[in-house]
């Protein structure tokens, strides 16, 4: 009878779990690069663009999903905020155009326009800066936070928590992260889990 060494395999199973987990969600604290993208205006937009910034709410999002057509009118209410306490929102849209003609660039400047978009909406073609931020969903929120120079990840995740039905949110988690890092205060919720549209990556 084979000998099946059940303790080798429970230790890999452990491991590529760690991966996985790992591959999904950026480390605390992770540093990120910046990045210069195509807005809807026709111009490119870098962090570096932004030299008052005391770190920024980047949105991954994209035009056709059902759940990020939810928060237009939450994220011009972001950026309007927090603009004016050099916290900008950038929103991106990192989606196979190949898959979602949607959320092709032309698309994108049609919906900047129709929902009077106040940030900037980027188009992130080659996928690289999802990739670098391991963004999943549309939305996806990240907060980052200069230090020392470097663009670091203090939160990521859900906006809040109540997609549907804004005026049942109980909790607003990027706006109460940001807050706390304005305060200089421990941010209550670092992660959440984002709900909605996958970001397909091609191979």
């Not at 905020?81 to 050099?86: R, S």
């Not at 979602?100 to 800066?129: C, H, R, W």
């Not at 990739?131 to 995740?157: C, D, E, L, M, R």
Request: aromatic residues 14%; proline residues 5%.
């Amino acid at each position: 009878m084979k000998y099946i060494n059940y303790n080798f395999i429970f230790s890999n199973l452990i491991l590529l779990f760690s991966l996985f987990k790992w591959s999904f969600h950026p480390i605390e604290d992770a540093v990120v690069p910046d990045f210069n993208l195509l807005n809807t205006t026709g111009k490119f937009v870098s962090l570096k663009d932004y030299p008052d910034a005391k770190g920024f709410i980047i949105v991954f999002t994209c035009n056709h999903c059902p759940f990020a057509k939810l928060y237009p009118s939450r994220l011009n209410s972001l950026n309007k905020k927090y603009t004016a306490l050099n916290v900008p929102l950038i929103a991106i849209s990192s989606t196979d155009t190949t898959q979602y003609e949607d959320d092709s660039y032309a698309k994108m400047i049609e919906k900047a326009t129709t929902e009077k978009f106040n940030f900037p909406y980027l188009y992130d073609g080659n996928q690289n800066v999802a990739k670098s931020y391991n963004a999943q969903k549309t939305p996806h929120a990240f907060i980052i936070w200069k230090n020392k120079g470097q663009w670091v990840v203090k939160y990521n995740g859900a906006i809040d928590d109540n997609g549907a039905e804004p005026e049942k949110v109980q909790q607003h988690y990027v706006a109460d992260a940001v807050d706390a890092l304005l305060s200089r205060k421990p941010i209550k919720t670092k992660e959440t889990k984002s709900i909605g549209c996958q970001i397909h990556f091609r191979k």
